[in-house]
């Protein structure tokens, strides 16, 4: 893990983010394009046209309605037929809303190569962010930390991004470090909000027709998370964007050692069993967040903290 003399500014290790590395992304943004587009068919109508699903003026299908859909899209007819409310989606013919979550929980405070991951997520939203801008989008989104939570309405403008950032970047640095330690009380682990937590918060924000982009290690992904990812998935576009550190996926057997989550510290011995344990679990997790990616027909990017931020969105959304 990476460590710091207190001498040393922060940001150098990549134990935390540089404001100018998170402004400066405005550039970086110009060779990122989220979405296909098309003209618009008339004004009025925001200045680009999006293949994501919505309220518009072009008939795409009908799905079973779940809480949250307008009931004016409601299509009687297929309901009547099935004996089960549908509702009608159209393709989006105005500027869509992009809600980005970003993880800045404590299990994200750690790294092995270049970045931890906290700096390593929030700079891969505020490349999007100002990708969203530039592309005409709105932006809005969620921040969240151990002991609090932030979100913001989408808005299409400047203002918007940069109060994003500012956010971002406080949230950042609120994380505990070797000279600010965790206090390590109870109270404070128990308050910490897990996925499914957060994935609920996210499904009372997010408006149908959004593409959220969701910002994790998903280390606590479980069941429940997994319902709640469906439930979003029905009306909004999902890509989940996974970070891990190589050294969360090949820990080398060292015998007896210690280990700390940042509340609590146990000593272990990490021999050829507990590592077969820990595969078989890291196993499960991975078998569990593909299924759930599946069912809310999202998409996965999977990353570590080795990776180039911008190439790794250059790859997947090539202007």
């Known amino acids: 893990m990476f460590s710091r003399s207190s001498t040393a500014e922060p940001e150098s290790f990549g134990c935390y983010t540089e404001m100018s590395r998170l402004l400066g992304a405005r550039q970086l943004a110009q060779d990122i394009n989220l979405f296909s587009r098309t003209p618009a068919r008339a004004q009025m109508q925001g200045e680009s046209r999006s293949r994501f699903r919505g309220r518009g003026m072009e008939f795409e299908e009908a799905r079973l309605y779940s809480p949250g859909d307008d009931v004016r899209t409601i299509d009687w007819r297929v309901t009547a037929r099935t ?23 404590s299990n994200m405070f750690f790294g092995s190569q270049k970045l931890f991951k906290s700096v390593f997520a929030a700079e891969i939203a505020s490349i999007i962010a100002w990708a969203a801008l530039e592309g005409s989008d709105r932006i809005g989104g969620q921040i969240v930390g151990d002991t609090r939570e932030t979100d913001f309405r989408a808005k299409r403008s400047r203002h918007s991004v940069l109060r994003f950032i500012r956010e971002l970047h406080q949230f950042n640095h609120d994380l505990p470090g070797p000279s600010r330690p965790n206090n390590g009380s109870q109270d404070s682990a128990q308050s910490k909000p897990d996925m499914a937590t957060m994935l609920t918060e996210c499904q009372r924000l997010v408006r149908p027709g959004t593409a959220l982009f969701l910002i994790s290690d998903f280390i606590d992904f479980d069941e429940e998370a997994q319902r709640a990812l469906t439930m979003i998935g029905r009306h909004a576009e999902i890509t989940l964007i996974r970070i891990q550190d190589p ?17 609590k510290e146990a000593e272990v011995i990490l021999d050829r069993a507990t590592l077969r344990l820990l595969k078989s679990h890291l196993k499960h997790q991975d078998d569990l967040l593909l299924n759930a990616a599946r069912l809310a027909k999202a998409g996965l990017i999977s990353a570590t903290t080795s990776d180039n931020p911008l190439a790794l969105l250059r790859k997947h959304y090539p202007r």
């Open 247 to 263: 050294l969360e996926t090949e820990i080398p057997a060292v015998g007896r050692t210690r280990l700390t989550d940042g509340n």
């Open 83 to 105: 004996g089960t409310a549908h509702t009608k989606v159209f393709r989006e013919e105005r500027e869509r809303p992009v809600h980005i979550l970003v993880d800045q929980r």
